[in-house]
């Protein structure tokens, strides 16, 4: 009786694990259109206009800080297999890169902590990372493949890198640590992480205090084969982030950045952490316990098993990402509550909260109250985003569409800057005059084409 209930129990916690996801992807299926948005121009509608040639001269170029070459790279295969750029089907895979991310986090949360509290932490973790509120990514065709994307190729770098030892997955830590650069700049932090990452050993015994941590760090750098991992993996880091920047030249948003208070730097870091709850005041009470978490957590590193590093320094790499940010969107506190940073805070949450389980023990009171908490928690706060937000997101896919089919007689049909219309037409021009895209595909059967764009809507409650 007693095995029946707990196989009932795991399979209403699988449901409710799959239903997270079901829903983001239903979302997509149903709501999003193919049609290009804001920077989908420059970086994917001019790109892909370009004949082969050229384009393959331009696959490693910057756009705004980051270079794009996994997308562009994506784009390629798609057009060599389908003959067509397709945006939503940009969002469908670039969102299918969160399904690898949960994989992960399920290897080592099941693994530590069994079935049942396991699978407990996997559904708080999937209505973290498929909640609505990613709707910024996720119904973005770049911001899919690439937000998401950079996330994705970095934790497996850490993932990988843990199993150093063997030369084939040293190689691949290296390669996905690569891509992770090459899909956007928040990548950059992953050659950081495994550099620390290459001081701690992957066996033996762990020192339960910081100077056994120190020590043991100490002795294995004075071992030859342990000093040239070292080396190795900081000399690729510095040439790959040397490679990285060369030809970069910084935007009006970093030198605003560079010129913001410490006051406003450190206001940005905490409405980063906390934009779990996207309310300014909220996120920065939500951004100041996250870090005290993360003082915690790192304050008792030496008492993490060393099967959870990889959780350990992947949180690590992610507070590199926030940290990072204060160099380009510092001098606005509040541009840290971008949706479009939502997964980031959700993959750090996630990791904290694992580790903060382990820490306390996951027999002890605190973790046993708050995992079921925050799987419950969560779990309503999407669905209400998702009840709330699904006519907001219908009518704004839905103005999209029929605004682009006011194209080319009207270029306000195009949802770009106003001042990147007119080139932002002549590029779409040439996308559909080489056949990789038809914008006449969105009209519905017996639907006419409109004559006048209609007004963009704005955010509002039902």
Not at 304 to 330: E, K, S, T
Request: hydrophobic share 55%.
């Amino acid at each position: 009786m007693k095995s029946k209930h707990s196989a009932a129990l795991l399979a209403f916690a699988g449901g409710v694990i799959v239903l997270s996801a079901v829903l983001l992807f239903a979302a997509l299926a149903i709501l999003a259109v193919n049609v290009p948005y804001w920077d989908d121009y420059g970086a994917i509608v001019r790109y892909m206009g370009w004949p082969f040639a050229e384009r393959m001269q331009h696959l490693f170029d910057f756009h705004n800080e980051h270079r794009i070459f996994t997308v562009r790279l994506f784009l390629e295969a798609m057009v060599a297999f389908t003959g067509k750029v397709n945006f939503k089907a940009c969002m469908m895979v670039g969102t299918a890169q969160l399904l690898v991310i949960l994989a992960c986090f399920a290897w080592f949360q099941i693994r530590q902590f069994g079935g049942r509290f396991g699978v407990a932490l996997l559904a708080a973790a999937s209505w973290h990372l498929f909640s609505m509120l990613n709707f910024d990514n996720a119904f973005w065709a770049l911001t899919a493949l690439e937000n998401f994307g950079v996330l994705m190729w970095a934790f497996l770098a850490i993932v990988l890198f843990q199993h150093r030892e063997r030369i084939l997955f040293f190689i691949m830590s290296m390669l996905c640590a690569l891509l992770a650069t090459l899909t956007s700049a928040q990548g950059l932090a992953v050659f950081g992480t495994l550099c620390a990452m290459s001081l701690v050993p992957t066996n033996g015994a762990t020192p339960s205090t910081w100077r056994g941590v120190v020590g043991c760090v100490w002795a294995s750098l004075r071992r030859p084969l342990s000093a040239c991992g070292f080396v190795a993996v900081t000399l690729i880091s510095v040439l790959t982030v040397s490679l990285y920047f060369r030809g970069f030249q910084a935007g009006d948003d970093a030198l605003a950045a560079a010129q913001a208070t410490v006051g406003d730097k450190v206001l940005y870091v905490l409405a980063f952490l906390g934009n779990l709850v996207p309310i300014y005041p909220v996120a920065l009470l939500c951004g100041f316990a996250v870090a005290v978490a993360l003082v915690f957590v790192v304050f008792r590193f030496p008492l993490i098993p060393v099967r959870l590093h990889p959780v350990f320094f992947f949180m690590v790499y992610l507070v590199g990402v926030a940290v990072a940010g204060v160099a380009f969107r510092g001098a606005d506190p509040r541009a840290a509550l971008s949706f479009r940073y939502y997964v980031i805070t959700a993959c750090l949450f996630i990791s904290v909260t694992m580790l903060l389980v382990e820490l306390l023990g996951p027999t002890s009171l605190g973790a046993r109250m708050l995992v079921p908490v925050l799987a419950v928690g969560f779990a309503l706060l999407d669905l209400a985003v998702f009840v709330v937000g699904w006519p907001m997101f219908a009518e704004r896919n839905e103005a999209l569409r029929v605004n682009m089919l006011t194209w080319p007689e009207h270029d306000e049909g195009l949802r770009v800057g106003d001042g990147d219309r007119e080139q932002a037409s002549r590029e779409l021009h040439q996308l559909e005059s080489r056949g990789l895209y038809d914008h006449k595909t969105l009209l519905r059967q017996g639907e006419r084409i409109p004559e006048t764009p209609i007004p963009w809507p704005k955010p509002h409650f039902p």
